[in-house]
């Protein structure tokens, strides 16, 4: 059964470095997202994508975010200089052009910035 | 704007219980209703859905009806094993078909199953 993957499974990172979250969506898929996860808090939407643009993002995804689909088949999250406070587990979702349709969720990486 | 708003944890129980967790929702337009789980250590994994009035989602002996006049979606099972054990989250999402239409989560269920 194809499933979303995301790499690596835990990162650490000094304050202030650039960190990258990678993902690979499922392969027919067109709408792709990153979530949050801080400790022990609710999951929170960061940013969507579609059709290789930002469709949406949140309060959270400020200057410091990107997110990049460099060859077909990656998807990224960039994170310029790193704060304590993103200390969280990430997750990448992936769906197919169906409205209301199921995103399915990769197992995450956890960030920590020290 | 939209929200979901769910019972708060921890939730114990012993094995064989009945289990009710409260999940209530305030969305503008249609909203479609989900319940995802998350094991311990684990991601997320999307437990039932319903994307209409009046469907019932079932999945694993867990049941979740759609009802717009409570705008609820509460989670039910009728025995639950330690299996069961994991976070609940109650989550919808609105828009269209060429909508990206991200998933706005509640806070989260710990439910704990005893043997």
């Known amino acids: 059964e194809p499933e979303v993957t995301q790499t690596p499974s835990h990162q650490v990172t000094q304050m202030g470095q650039e960190v990258i979250l990678r993902c690979v969506p499922i392969?027919?898929?067109?709408?792709f997202y990153w979530y949050r996860q801080i400790l022990g808090q609710k999951v929170e939407f960061l940013v969507s994508?579609?059709?290789?643009?930002?469709?949406?993002k949140s309060e959270i995804f400020d200057d410091q975010f990107s997110v990049e689909r460099p060859d077909g088949s990656n998807f990224t999250l960039k994170i310029r200089s790193t704060k304590l406070e993103d200390s969280a587990m990430y997750f990448c979702?992936?769906?197919?052009?169906?409205?209301?349709?199921?995103?399915?969720f990769g197992p995450g990486t956890r960030l920590t910035v020290l | 704007g939209n929200s979901v708003t769910q019972m708060e944890g921890p939730v114990t129980l012993s094995e064989e219980a009945f289990l009710t967790i409260n999940c209530t929702y305030t969305?503008?337009?249609?909203?479609?209703l989900f319940w995802y789980v998350q094991y311990p250590g684990e991601g997320l994994q999307l437990l039932l859905k319903?994307?209409?009035?009046?469907d019932k989602g079932s999945n694993k002996g867990f049941e979740a009806t759609y009802r717009k006049e409570t705008t609820s979606f509460h989670l039910e099972k009728g025995s639950v094993q330690v299996s069961d054990s994991a976070v609940y989250f109650c989550?919808?999402?609105?828009?269209?078909?060429?909508?990206?239409?991200?998933?706005?989560f509640g806070s989260g269920t710990r439910l704990s199953i005893r043997p």
């Open positions: 989550a919808l999402t609105v828009g269209g078909r060429s909508s990206a239409s991200k998933i706005i």
């Open positions: 392969s027919n898929h067109l709408y």
């Open positions: 969305a503008t337009g249609y909203p479609s």
């Open positions: 994508f579609y059709n290789n643009e930002i469709s949406e």
């Open positions: 319903a994307t209409k009035a009046d």
């Open positions: 979702a992936s769906r197919p052009g169906l409205a209301g349709g199921e995103q399915f």
